[in-house]
């Protein structure tokens, strides 16, 4: 599907707090799935697509925790192990980028 990889090693320095974190990996799986629009990726896919095979417990535990972050605040969809990113955030992205 996509080859691009985002490791937390992507996402930012060691020093940022919790919520900076929390953010930067919310941002990247929302990025990641916008780019895939209109398809959609599983859960398992999202992962191969973001994380080192060999990542860590904390980083698939980071992933797992934007997921469900972007979910309850309804920028992203899922349907059982597939998510797609809400309208909302299509047509927020196509405002963004002017496209």
Known sequence: MHEQ???????GEEN?????EDSKWQSAVLSVLLDAHPEPFTKGELAAAMLKADAEFS?????ARAIKELVSVGLVHQNGIVLLPSRAAVHYEKLETGS
């Open 16 to 20: 940022q707090t919790p919520e900076s």
């Open 59 to 63: 980083e698939r535990d980071e992933l």
């Open 5 to 11: 990889r985002k490791s937390s090693e992507d996402l």
